[in-house]
């Protein structure tokens, strides 16, 4: 039997690391899960798609405790969310090879043997000028964006892995998306990611 890979992919908002990502695993032909652990979350909680949402990356979720820090009051929903999403993210890693984005997942399978974490990350200005012209938003409305989500997926990945996304003690590789785009960045890390693992692909 082949033996399995998995890539973790952190990323800044903004930095376009999502469809970096989509990409990547295009082109090495192996599953890529980001939204779709959302939705399993939401089946297996009974919960709204929204609402896991918003319990992982949004400052102002109604889950979050506010008499707190975020991040630091958590919510049993928030904590009931964590404990799917590793239990998801854990079953992915032994079913197949794959792309996984977000979720803690650099820290719940930081011991798994087959294994490259990436963070992608860009300036800020690279980051506001993508969400105005790849995402549509208004510059007012993505320098919110940018402040809001940034602050919750920090609080919240320290939270549950005990240090920040971009930790290099806990990366392997860590990308400037800005540098050479979507493309290019993709390019250079398909490129990584099959020298490692030559023998799975």
Known sequence: MKEKFVVTITRQFGSLGRPIARMVS??????YYDRDIVEMTSKD???PVSAVSD????????????????GM????????????????????????SCIIVGRCADHILEDYKNIIHI???????????????RLNMRPDEAKKMIASVDKARESYHRHYC??????????????DSSLLGVEGTCEILTEIIRKRFSNML
Not at 85 to 94: G, N, T, Y
Not at 162 to 175: L, W
């Open 26 to 31: 295009e082109n090495l032909g192996i599953e």
């Open 45 to 47: 909680l009974n919960l």
């Open 162 to 175: 005990g240090y920040v996304m971009s930790d290099k003690e806990h990366k392997h590789v860590m990308i």
């Open 119 to 133: 963070f992608i990350y860009a300036p800020y200005e690279a980051r506001l000028k993508n969400c105005v012209e």
């Open 73 to 96: 009051g958590t919510t049993s929903i928030q904590d009931s969310v964590f404990a799917v999403q590793k239990k998801i993210i854990v079953d992915l890693a032994e079913r197949e």
């Open 55 to 70: 319990v992982e990356e949004s400052a102002k979720s109604a889950f979050f405790n506010m008499n707190y820090p975020l």
